[in-house]
Every structure is written in structure tokens, then in C-alpha cells.
């Protein structure tokens, strides 16, 4: 009998009302701001009650190198939680919010999968509690303000070849990546020029959201935001326009973390959308802080591979949330790995373990690059169907061979049943194993010092070229004096290289940086690499096209 669809199990869940939910991590009714039966707000003012509680443990989940026969990081890390919650602990998720970009693209959603799911799935892969569009609209107030002061005499002298602030909108919109503004005459249309669209949660106001600890922190922040520079090259801060006080009202709800539970019934908070190929790709450093003072233990993760939102997780998010994290958890499939060994995807399924074998380079390629923070590693070993006895065997013993943990997982199909041998193998490691957590570079070092830290030692790069506007962009953001901040890397998810062809751990390639954006208001320097797009594009055949509602309110399609 074949298994039923995501959206069908979510639908015939028995959840429980969130307020009940709530009562698990200390929360009363009266903490609550409901947006329905089962998700909730917490505001800024409740979780201050919690302050001086003592920190839990932190397990942060992230996994090998992206590949199409998927690897199930989010759903490893809800049935980790729901696994830990049959062995009686007292756990809570801090995850992201899901994009509608990917959620009618090639994704098709982000709230885990089959019996290990964050609850009402929907919900959360598509409005929520509107987090994004506050965001998406804070920042195209402040659009809207730049080009005002363009067009009414430019007082700030503003170079209109200079503005560096794009707009945005939370769709995968390729056509809109690069456009003509400002036509019609100076009174109807301002002053024409190029521009163009990034997807909402690109926006480094989604950045500061997930990086501010409190509202005067996010009111600081915003009013850094460099947008524009004048034409001698100052740059023009956000504050300069005017409207912070504006924005800071658009975004007072989005800034406290909302509460959900997994299919089980354990808490969860969702809040941040950074993407990690592109922004810094981890959930609130405000949920994240918040449930490690309400719970025994809790599992966040990172978008994408450890190269990618694990890097940034240790090397931004704990830097300025002085996050410690006492556990990594490193997902992945053997479907994955045999992708990695040159396997073809329709062969996928074939047992095979010389092609496992080849695969392994992506695995301890990960596994090498977390112990470099000097926090412990235990693989998550995602079981699917098709993995051979043999296979898994060969998995196991090359995890003994590198000296990582492991635990099997089958939380898609058995819930948070099918996660006890991981949920074991990571409080094991908690309790054997002393994580003394640390940054990979100083950050006062130079950019492309930064830039050549990450790429050698986590990609495997044997050196980094800059080419088009990099130069130039490296050596405005350092006459500027904003040159102290740590990277965050824009690269494909794709590959541990910049080019998304490349599978396994390819070593001696040279990484290509072709830009390099400052965001000041996050407090971090973009290089963009390779191809990376800030704007994504719709695949072929859309997940929209598989998605719908009949009349009696029954969805299909999103899973």
C-alpha cells in the first residue's frame, strides 16, 4: 500500500490547540497572540520573563551537499524532535519560515515530510502569520523613499546610478531580476535608471529580522542599511531617509516568534526566512535564544549543507547571538552520496556501493570542515526504501572508519518512532562528548582575507579570483570603514564548488567572485560567486501547477 502524500497526513492529524502546546514550555493563554487554533504569537515582552533561565543544549542540524535524490534535513530534524520526545525530554524546534518562491517552484514547501512534520503545514508554507510580507513591504517603503528623494531635489546628492537598494517581492520572478525605472518624466516616474527585483527573503531587511535581538536592536539596524551612495562615494544610510519609524511599525508583529508543534504535539517556533545560498539561511536568533531558555534541549538548522547555512550559522548567527552549539547533526542519504559518486539519478535506486563509496568524499568533506569549529558530529543516516542492507552496513562501518557517530533515521515513515536510534546516538554525544564551540576567522581581518578562509578551508578552493564589479565594490565598502564584518557567502546549493555541476569534494578549483554587496544593517559583506542569482526562476513544470483547492477547502498538491 503506498504511503500517503504529505498534505493528507497533515490533514488527518490529531493536533492539539496550541494554547495547550504553549502550557508544555511555561506559556498561559494570556501570552498569546492567536492567529487561529493552532499558531500563535509570542510577543518580545513574554519571553523577556524567561531571561535568566538556564540555557539548554543546543542540537543544530545541517547536511551534505544538495542533490535531487534529497537528502531530508528538515524532516530529520522535526522526527528528531518527536523522537526525543517518546524518550521523555523536554525538546523544542527553532526552524524558518518557508518562502512562496520555492513553495510554487521547484521545492514545493519546507515543514519536513510524511509523519514528521511542523503543523498546520499549509499555514506555514504559505502566508503564516505574514512575517514576509512585513518584511517585503518595510523594504519597498524604503524603496519608495529613495526614489522620492531622487525625484524631489535629491538633497542628500544621491548618484542615481548608485542605488544600491533593489526592490523585492516573495515570487520566483526571473523576468523582474533586471528592469528600467523611473520612466515617464521626473513628476510621474522620477529619474530612469536601472534596477530590479530580489526575492523577499534575499532582502537584508529579512537578515536584520533574524539577526535582531530586540526592537531597539532591529530599529538600529534598519537605519544602517546603506542604499545608496552620493555621488563623490559616501554612502547614504536608511536613517537619512526618514522612515524607520515607519518600517519598525510594519514590523512590529513580525519580529516575535510564532508557535506551532510537530505532528506529535512537541513545541516549535518559526520565525526568519533567510535564505542560505544567498542570505545567511537560519531561523531567529530570537527563537532560537528563547526556546533554549524554555527547554532541556533544542534542534535548529541551517539552510542547505554545512558549507553553506552551517558555515554561516557558526560564523554569523552564534557570533551575534553568542549562540554555543553543543552538537552538530550532519544529514545524509545514500541515495545522495551514490548522486555524489557520479551515480545517474535514474539508477538511483540500484544498490551499489562503489558508487556509495566515491560519494563518501561529500560526506567527510562535512563532517572535516564542522570539526573545525570543535563541535561534535553525528550522521544522520536518512533511510530510504531502496537502501540495500549492504549499503547501509558499508554506511556505517565508513562512519566508524572517520570516527563520527551515527544513528538510523526513518522519521518519514515511522514518526518520531523511526528516530530513536538518531535521537540515542546525538544524547549520547551530549553526554560524552564536550563541544568547545569557535568561530572560524576574526573578523576584523581583511575581505579577502575572510574570503580566501572560507573558500580554502571549507570549500576546498586552492585560491579566489575577482572579476567584474568586485574589485571596485571591495574597495568602496573599505574606504568606507565597513570592511570589520563577517561574510556571508552567496553560492549554489548545488555544490561545494561555485559551480553547480560539480558533486563530491572537488579540490584545487578557483573560486570566482564577481561582486561583493555590503549589508551593513546586518552587519555582514555578501560576495556573490559563480552564477548565484538573488532573484530565482521557476523550473520547467512549477510545483504551482500540482497545486490546488476544491471547493470544500481540501488542498492537494503541496507537499
Same mark, same amino acid.
Given at each position: *500500500?503506498?504511503?500517503?502524500?504529505?498534505?493528507?497526513?497533515?490533514?488527518?492529524?490529531?493536533?492539539?490547540?496550541?494554547?495547550?502546546?504553549?502550557?508544555?514550555?511555561?506559556?498561559?493563554?494570556?501570552?498569546?497572540?492567536?492567529?487561529?487554533?493552532?499558531?500563535?504569537?509570542? &510577543?518580545?515582552?513574554? $519571553?523577556?520573563?524567561?531571561?535568566?533561565?538556564?540555557?539548554?543544549?543546543?542540537?543544530?542540524?545541517?547536511? #551534505?551537499?544538495?542533490?535531487?535524490? @534529497?537528502?531530508?534535513?528538515?524532516?530529520?530534524? #522535526?522526527?528528531?524532535?518527536?523522537?526525543?520526545?517518546?524518550?521523555?525530554?523536554?525538546?523544542?524546534?527553532?526552524?524558518?519560515?518557508?518562502?512562496?518562491?520555492?513553495?510554487?517552484?521547484?521545492?514545493?514547501? +519546507?515543514?519536513? @515530510?510524511?509523519?514528521?512534520?511542523?503543523?498546520?503545514?499549509?499555514?506555514?508554507?504559505?502566508?503564516?502569520?505574514?512575517?514576509?510580507?512585513?518584511?517585503?513591504?518595510?523594504?519597498?517603503?524604503?524603496?519608495?523613499?529613495?526614489?522620492?528623494?531622487?525625484?524631489?531635489?535629491?538633497?542628500?546628492?544621491?548618484? =542615481?546610478?548608485?542605488?544600491?537598494?533593489?526592490?523585492?517581492?516573495?515570487?520566483?520572478?526571473?523576468?523582474?531580476?533586471?528592469?528600467?525605472?523611473? $520612466?515617464?518624466?521626473?513628476?510621474?516616474?522620477?529619474? =530612469?535608471?536601472?534596477?530590479?527585483?530580489?526575492?523577499?527573503? +534575499?532582502?537584508?531587511?529579512?537578515?536584520?529580522?533574524?539577526?535582531?535581538?530586540? *526592537?531597539?536592536?532591529?530599529?538600529?539596524?534598519?537605519?544602517? #542599511?546603506?542604499?545608496?551612495?552620493?555621488?563623490?562615494?559616501? &554612502?547614504?544610510?536608511?536613517?537619512?531617509?526618514?522612515?524607520?519609524?515607519?518600517?519598525?511599525?510594519?514590523?512590529?508583529? +513580525?519580529?516575535?516568534?510564532?508557535?506551532?508543534?510537530?505532528?506529535?504535539?512537541?513545541?516549535?517556533? #518559526?520565525?526568519?526566512?533567510?535564505?542560505?545560498? %544567498?542570505?545567511?539561511?537560519?531561523?531567529? %536568533?530570537?527563537?532560537?535564544?528563547?526556546?533554549?531558555?524554555?527547554?532541556?534541549?533544542?534542534?535548529?538548522?541551517?539552510?542547505?549543507?554545512? /558549507?553553506?547555512?552551517?558555515?554561516?550559522?557558526?560564523?554569523?548567527?552564534?557570533?551575534?547571538?553568542?549562540?554555543?552549539?553543543?552538537?552538530?547533526?550532519?544529514?545524509?542519504?545514500?541515495?545522495?552520496?551514490?548522486?555524489?559518486?557520479?551515480?545517474?539519478?535514474?539508477?538511483?535506486?540500484?544498490?551499489?556501493?562503489?558508487?556509495?563509496?566515491?560519494?563518501?568524499?561529500?560526506?567527510?568533506?562535512?563532517?572535516?570542515?564542522?570539526?573545525?569549529?570543535?563541535?561534535?558530529?553525528?550522521?544522520?543516516?536518512?533511510?530510504? =526504501?531502496?537502501?540495500?542492507?549492504?549499503?547501509?552496513?558499508?554506511?556505517?562501518?565508513?562512519?566508524?572508519?572517520?570516527?563520527?557517530?551515527?544513528?538510523?533515521?526513518?522519521?518519514?515513515? /515511522?514518526?518520531?518512532?523511526?528516530?530513536?536510534?538518531?535521537?540515542?546516538?546525538?544524547?549520547?554525544?551530549?553526554?560524552?562528548?564536550?563541544?568547545?564551540?569557535?568561530?572560524?576567522?576574526?573578523?576584523?581581518?581583511?575581505?579577502?582575507?575572510?574570503?580566501?578562509?572560507?573558500?580554502?578551508?571549507?570549500?576546498?578552493?586552492?585560491?579566489?579570483?575577482?572579476?567584474?564589479?568586485?574589485?571596485?565594490?571591495?574597495?568602496? %565598502?573599505?574606504?568606507?570603514?565597513?570592511?570589520? $564584518?563577517?561574510?556571508? *557567502? +552567496?553560492?549554489?546549493?548545488?555544490?561545494?564548488?561555485?559551480?553547480?555541476?560539480?558533486?563530491?569534494?572537488?579540490?584545487?578549483?578557483?573560486?570566482?567572485?564577481?561582486?561583493?554587496?555590503?549589508?551593513?544593517?546586518?552587519?555582514?559583506?555578501?560576495?556573490?560567486?559563480?552564477?548565484?542569482?538573488? *532573484?530565482?526562476?521557476?523550473?520547467? %513544470?512549477?510545483?504551482?501547477?500540482?497545486?490546488?483547492?476544491?471547493?470544500?477547502?481540501?488542498?492537494?498538491?503541496?507537499?
Amino acid at each position: *500500500m503506498a504511503m500517503k502524500r504529505d498534505i493528507e497526513i497533515a490533514q488527518e492529524a490529531k493536533v492539539q490547540h496550541i494554547e495547550k502546546i504553549a502550557e508544555q514550555v511555561g506559556l498561559a493563554r494570556d501570552d498569546l497572540d492567536f492567529y487561529g487554533k493552532y499558531k500563535a504569537k509570542v &510577543p518580545l515582552s513574554v $519571553l523577556k520573563r524567561f531571561e535568566n533561565n538556564t540555557n539548554g543544549k543546543l542540537i543544530f542540524v545541517t547536511a #551534505i551537499t544538495a542533490t535531487k535524490a @534529497g537528502e531530508g534535513k528538515t524532516v530529520t530534524s #522535526i522526527g528528531l524532535c518527536q523522537a526525543m520526545g517518546h524518550l521523555g525530554k523536554k525538546v523544542m524546534l527553532s526552524l524558518r519560515e518557508p518562502s512562496l518562491g520555492p513553495t510554487f517552484g521547484i521545492k514545493g514547501g +519546507a515543514t519536513g @515530510g510524511g509523519y514528521s512534520q511542523v503543523y498546520p503545514m499549509w499555514d506555514i508554507d504559505l502566508h503564516f502569520t505574514g512575517d514576509i510580507h512585513a518584511v517585503g513591504t518595510a523594504h519597498n517603503l524604503l524603496s519608495a523613499l529613495v526614489e522620492n528623494h531622487l525625484a524631489k531635489k535629491n538633497q542628500l546628492d544621491i548618484d =542615481p546610478t548608485k542605488v544600491v537598494l533593489r526592490k523585492v517581492m516573495d515570487m520566483n520572478c526571473r523576468e523582474l531580476r533586471d528592469i528600467v525605472v523611473g $520612466l515617464g518624466g521626473r513628476m510621474k516616474g522620477g529619474v =530612469p535608471r536601472e534596477s530590479g527585483f530580489d526575492i523577499t527573503v +534575499a532582502s537584508e531587511i529579512n537578515a536584520i529580522l533574524a539577526l535582531s535581538g530586540d *526592537m531597539a536592536d532591529l530599529r538600529a539596524r534598519l537605519s544602517r #542599511i546603506v542604499v545608496a551612495y552620493t555621488r563623490d562615494g559616501k &554612502p547614504v544610510t536608511a536613517d537619512k531617509l526618514n522612515g524607520i519609524g515607519a518600517m519598525c511599525l510594519l514590523l512590529k508583529d +513580525a519580529i516575535n516568534p510564532t508557535l506551532v508543534q510537530t505532528l506529535e504535539g512537541q513545541p516549535a517556533f #518559526i520565525h526568519g526566512s533567510p535564505f542560505a545560498n %544567498i542570505a545567511h539561511g537560519n531561523s531567529s %536568533i530570537i527563537a532560537t535564544k528563547y526556546a533554549l531558555k524554555m527547554a532541556d534541549y533544542v534542534i535548529t538548522e541551517g539552510g542547505f549543507a554545512a /558549507d553553506l547555512g552551517g558555515e554561516k550559522f557558526f560564523n554569523i548567527v552564534c557570533r551575534v547571538g553568542g549562540l554555543k552549539p553543543d552538537v552538530s547533526v550532519l544529514v545524509a542519504s545514500i541515495r545522495a552520496l551514490k548522486m555524489h559518486g557520479g551515480m545517474d539519478q535514474k539508477e538511483i535506486g540500484n544498490p551499489d556501493v562503489s558508487f556509495l563509496e566515491k560519494g563518501y568524499a561529500n560526506l567527510d568533506k562535512h563532517i572535516e570542515n564542522l570539526k573545525k569549529v570543535d563541535v561534535p558530529v553525528v550522521v544522520a543516516i536518512n533511510q530510504f =526504501p531502496t537502501d540495500s542492507p549492504e549499503e547501509i552496513e558499508h554506511i556505517k562501518k565508513h562512519c566508524e572508519k572517520v570516527g563520527a557517530r551515527f544513528g538510523l533515521s526513518k522519521v518519514f515513515t /515511522d514518526g518520531g518512532k523511526g528516530g530513536i536510534d538518531l535521537a540515542n546516538a546525538v544524547l549520547e554525544s551530549l553526554e560524552k562528548e564536550q563541544a568547545n564551540f569557535k568561530v572560524l576567522y576574526d573578523e576584523k581581518m581583511s575581505i579577502k582575507e575572510k574570503v580566501e578562509v572560507i573558500a580554502t578551508e571549507i570549500y576546498g578552493a586552492k585560491d579566489v579570483v575577482y572579476t567584474g564589479t568586485a574589485p571596485a565594490d571591495i574597495k568602496a %565598502i573599505e574606504a568606507a570603514g565597513n570592511d570589520k $564584518l563577517p561574510i556571508c *557567502m +552567496a553560492k549554489t546549493q548545488l555544490s561545494i564548488t561555485d559551480d553547480p555541476s560539480k558533486k563530491g569534494a572537488p579540490k584545487d578549483w578557483v573560486l570566482t567572485v564577481r561582486e561583493v554587496r555590503l549589508l551593513a544593517g546586518a552587519g555582514f559583506i555578501v560576495p556573490l560567486t559563480g552564477e548565484i542569482m538573488i *532573484m530565482p526562476g521557476l523550473p520547467s %513544470i512549477p510545483a504551482a501547477e500540482r497545486i490546488s483547492m476544491d471547493d470544500e477547502g481540501h488542498i492537494t498538491g503541496l507537499n
